[in-house]
């Protein structure tokens, strides 16, 4: 399933747009900003980093993962909210990002991936002079 979104129509939001949203299960994002960066911060109980790729060209952030709800050895599944599968979001980012200073963590469930911006794209004060 692919839906195409347009992020910036539904919310204010100043420098990131939806651009497709395919998955077999969905995972709840936020996405914040202030003037030095972009943050995008993904619900992930249970999905290890190696389950994830994230990738970011031409503008567009990509986050794909896999989530594995197998029973241990051992065990019976007996009950399962988190359900196996593959998620992909991808969002246009419309700021100047400095791709090489791009970072990813993962702390207590939860992906952040850190979009710094570049200078150009940071509010500047300008002096009136006279």
């Known amino acids: 399933m692919e839906t195409n979104v347009n992020?910036?129509?539904?919310?204010?939001?100043?420098?990131?747009?939806?651009?497709?949203?395919?998955?077999?299960?969905?995972?709840?994002?936020?996405?914040?900003e202030n003037k030095n960066e972009i943050k995008v911060k993904c619900d992930m109980p249970g999905v290890p980093k190696e389950n994830l790729d994230i990738s970011y060209e031409e503008n567009i952030l990509t986050i794909i993962g896999w989530q594995?709800?197998?029973?241990?050895?051992?065990y019976n599944l007996l009950h399962a909210d988190y359900k196996t599968g593959t998620f992909k979001r991808s969002f246009n980012i419309l700021t100047s990002i400095n791709a090489d200073k791009i970072s990813a963590a993962t702390k207590d469930g939860?992906?952040?991936?850190?979009?710094?911006?570049?200078?150009?794209a940071k509010p500047k004060k300008i002096e009136i002079a006279g």
């Open 7 to 32: 992020y910036s129509d539904s919310h204010k939001n100043n420098g990131v747009e939806l651009a497709k949203d395919t998955f077999i299960k969905s995972t709840p994002v936020d996405i914040i």
């Open 68 to 74: 594995n709800n197998d029973a241990p050895e051992g």
């Open 110 to 120: 939860v992906l952040t991936v850190t979009l710094p911006k570049h200078e150009n």
